[in-house]
């Protein structure tokens, strides 16, 4: 039976398993942290982390390769043409980055953090040919957004991509408590493994919900989430802490606009001075 438990982390194994946070955010997507201080902050607090930036890898690329202290789990976040956010895990880096190169880096517009131009169709069935464990992101976010599965459950065709999907995301650190129960009666209705993360942009947000599973490699891990029961153990986190971890990625959209306007004020000036003006005797 599934344990799913509303309360403050317990960071110690539990009958020899170990904690992983599988939703965390770099300076890739909204936050201002690293991937190396992340991980930090998971070492220190005896954990495992999976970094899940938006329709990017670079921050789990930067991530120090001679860590042997954490258990890292390849993954990324990614949002198609349409549908809801989707989680992928990864056995190895080498799956990661294959399907990064296939399916998602060819697919991102100007903002990469936007949908991407892949149906979903094509996206799960390119995470499955990978081996990815694969588990939809917080299926019940804000009602105004058009990520909000509630969008989609009356399409018959996306009952046919739910068989492509093996868990579902049912307490995510961001979320309203309401939210949440709804996402764990959504998974249980439709028979899924069930994933916990605290979306965290900051390094004290890092490890606030739980998802165990054996230790030994990332592999390993998700095989135990495919075959057993989930233990899932965390607790939202409260409206301010969120409201202040989002507005982390302000500062870094400010600096994207304004080295955009650099760009396009040097192309007017090279436009004006490679203008040749002729003075008539």
């Given at each position: 039976?599934?344990?799913?438990?509303?309360?403050?982390?317990?960071?110690?194994?539990?009958?020899?398993?170990?904690?992983?946070?599988?939703?965390?955010?770099?300076?890739?997507?909204?936050?201002?942290?690293?991937?190396?201080?992340?991980?930090?902050?998971?070492?220190?607090?005896?954990?495992?982390?999976?970094?899940?930036?938006?329709n990017?890898?670079?921050?789990?690329?930067?991530?120090?390769?001679?860590?042997?202290?954490?258990?890292?789990?390849?993954?990324?976040?990614?949002?198609?043409?349409?549908?809801?956010?989707?989680?992928?895990?990864?056995?190895?880096?080498?799956?990661?980055?294959?399907?990064?190169?296939?399916?998602?880096?060819?697919?991102?517009?100007?903002?990469?953090?936007h949908?991407?131009?892949?149906?979903?169709?094509?996206?799960?069935?390119?995470?499955?040919?990978?081996?990815?464990?694969?588990?939809?992101a917080?299926?019940?976010?804000?009602?105004?957004?058009?990520k909000?599965?509630?969008?989609?459950?009356?399409?018959?065709?996306?009952?046919?991509?739910?068989?492509?999907?093996?868990?579902?995301?049912?307490?995510?650190?961001h979320?309203?408590?309401?939210?949440?129960?709804?996402?764990?009666?959504?998974?249980?209705?439709?028979?899924?493994?069930?994933?916990?993360?605290?979306?965290?942009?900051?390094?004290?947000?890092?490890?606030?919900?739980?998802?165990?599973?054996?230790?030994?490699?990332?592999?390993?891990?998700?095989?135990?989430?495919?075959?057993?029961?989930?233990?899932?153990?965390?607790?939202e986190?409260?409206?301010?802490?969120?409201?202040?971890?989002?507005?982390?990625?302000?500062?870094?959209?400010?600096?994207?606009?304004?080295?955009?306007?650099?760009?396009?004020?040097?192309?007017?000036?090279?436009?004006?001075?490679?203008i040749?003006?002729?003075?008539a005797?």
């Amino acid at each position: 039976m599934n344990k799913i438990i509303f309360k403050k982390k317990n960071l110690l194994d539990i009958s020899g398993l170990i904690g992983v946070d599988m939703h965390i955010h770099t300076q890739y997507s909204g936050s201002l942290f690293s991937a190396n201080q992340l991980l930090n902050a998971a070492k220190k607090k005896n954990i495992g982390l999976a970094i899940t930036d938006h329709n990017d890898i670079a921050g789990f690329l930067e991530i120090d390769i001679t860590n042997k202290d954490v258990l890292l789990i390849p993954g990324i976040e990614v949002t198609a043409k349409e549908g809801p956010d989707i989680l992928f895990y990864f056995n190895t880096v080498n799956d990661l980055v294959l399907f990064y190169e296939k399916y998602v880096k060819p697919y991102r517009g100007i903002k990469p953090q936007h949908r991407l131009s892949i149906s979903l169709p094509i996206l799960l069935k390119g995470g499955r040919k990978l081996n990815a464990f694969i588990s939809i992101a917080h299926p019940y976010i804000s009602l105004s957004s058009d990520k909000n599965i509630e969008r989609y459950l009356n399409r018959t065709r996306f009952f046919e991509l739910l068989k492509l999907v093996d868990a579902i995301e049912i307490i995510n650190s961001h979320l309203s408590r309401r939210a949440n129960l709804k996402a764990i009666e959504l998974c249980q209705k439709y028979g899924k493994k069930m994933t916990g993360g605290s979306d965290a942009r900051s390094t004290t947000e890092v490890g606030r919900i739980l998802t165990y599973g054996v230790s030994k490699t990332p592999k390993d891990f998700l095989d135990y989430l495919r075959g057993n029961d989930t233990i899932i153990i965390g607790k939202e986190n409260n409206f301010l802490n969120i409201l202040l971890s989002h507005s982390q990625g302000i500062p870094k959209r400010f600096v994207y606009i304004y080295k955009n306007l650099q760009k396009k004020i040097k192309k007017i000036n090279n436009g004006i001075n490679n203008i040749n003006i002729k003075i008539a005797p």
